[in-house]
């Protein structure tokens, strides 16, 4: 049985910083590209940061850019979303996800975070930013 938890949401100041952890079981997170979402309150969820399972690139949506960094540990089956100099906007619940076969945050022109229905998802973590 596949199993995704998040863990180290929590309430941070505007500019602070916060580790978002992905631990995987019944699932080799090394063959596949994880995907960090978010949700806020009243909004759609949106993707946040792809890494796949092999190339060094990672990808980012434009509204966390240069703030945020993902990594894999491979050998802890886990995946970290390192996020900085956080903002009011950023507060949502966020979540790790993945799907069966799929490797990749992009085919060509094709987006996964964007279109594709990924099939394993953890339970989500909060992370409040707030004075």
């Known amino acids: 049985q596949v199993q995704l938890v998040e863990s180290g949401g929590g309430l941070v100041q505007p500019g602070g910083s916060l580790r978002l952890s992905c631990a995987a079981s019944g699932f080799t997170m090394e063959t596949h590209a994880i995907v960090w979402f978010r949700q806020a309150p009243g909004k759609e969820r949106e993707w946040v940061s792809c890494i796949p399972s092999s190339e060094p690139r990672t990808y980012y949506a434009n509204s966390v850019k240069g703030r945020f960094t993902i990594s894999r540990d491979n050998p802890e089956n886990t995946v970290y979303l390192h996020m900085s100099s956080l903002k009011v906007a950023d507060t949502a619940v966020y979540y790790c996800?993945?799907?069966?076969?799929?490797?990749?945050?992009?085919?060509?022109?094709?987006?996964?975070?964007?279109?594709?229905?990924?099939?394993?998802w953890g339970q989500g973590t909060q992370v409040t930013v707030s004075s």
């Open positions: 996800a993945a799907a069966a076969g799929i490797s990749d945050c992009y085919s060509g022109d094709y987006s996964y975070p964007d279109n594709y229905e990924y099939d394993y």
